[in-house]
């Protein structure tokens, strides 16, 4: 993932993932290389597939939406 817009899909992804990974004993970090990765409590890391940042990142802007329709 390199273009600005694959980046932008990258920290939707990561903000999707974090609602909920504290609760679970789940981290997330985007490396270097811009992949983004979970962390388990045991200290594993997994990298997400391109198609799973696109998912979750989907997933943020459809909640998102749904709160401003649901708020407002």
């Known amino acids: 993932m390199t273009n600005k817009m694959n980046l932008t899909a990258l920290y939707f992804a990561k903000y999707n993932i974090d609602e909920i990974a504290e609760e679970n004993g789940i ?19 997994f990298k997400l597939s391109e198609d799973e940042v696109k998912y979750q990142a989907i997933e943020y802007l459809k909640n998102q939406i749904s709160n401003i329709e649901n708020n407002f």
């Open 27 to 45: 981290k997330t970090f985007i490396s270097g290389s811009n992949d983004l990765y979970i962390e388990l409590k045991s200290g594993r890391n």
